[in-house]
């Protein structure tokens, strides 16, 4: 079982960074790969980074298109956390973000998470 809990949200303006993170409930984070998933206003939920897990799949990380040069994912084993930096933000990064779990290998495919997070919003104003 893993618990999963974002931080870090909040109101920025166009071309202004964030920085989420999700701490991780349980002894076996490390075993699991982890991803970043948003849902704007109005709209699915959408994928938008995931990171693998040291040791199988490395740091093998995926992202988005429309994020790629912009946002970093990371995790932290020792604190048990995954972060998203996200800089150069654009109004259509307004969203819930949520962060998830998978025991499988990092994957862009949200039916593949196991675990989630309650989401943290993040709303970036022109």
């Known amino acids: 079982q893993v618990q999963l809990v974002e931080s870090g949200g909040g109101l920025v303006q166009t071309g202004e960074s964030l920085r989420l993170s999700c701490a991780a409930s349980?002894?076996?984070?490390?075993?699991?790969?982890l991803g970043w998933f948003r849902q704007p206003p109005g709209k699915e939920r959408e994928f938008v980074a995931a990171?693998?897990?040291?040791?199988?799949?490395?740091?093998?990380?995926y992202y988005a298109d429309s994020v790629k040069g912009r946002f970093a994912i990371t995790r932290d084993n020792a604190k048990n956390t995954v972060n998203l930096q996200m800089n150069n933000l654009k109004p259509e990064d307004t969203a819930v973000y949520y962060c998830?779990?998978?025991?499988?290998?990092?994957?862009?495919?949200?039916?593949?998470?196991?675990?989630w997070g309650q989401g943290t919003q993040v709303t970036v104003s022109s």
């Open positions: 998830a779990a998978t025991p499988f290998g990092a994957s862009r495919n949200q039916h593949d998470y196991k675990y």
């Open positions: 349980g002894r076996t984070f490390s075993t699991y790969a």
């Open positions: 990171i693998g897990v040291i040791g199988i799949d490395g740091t093998t990380t």
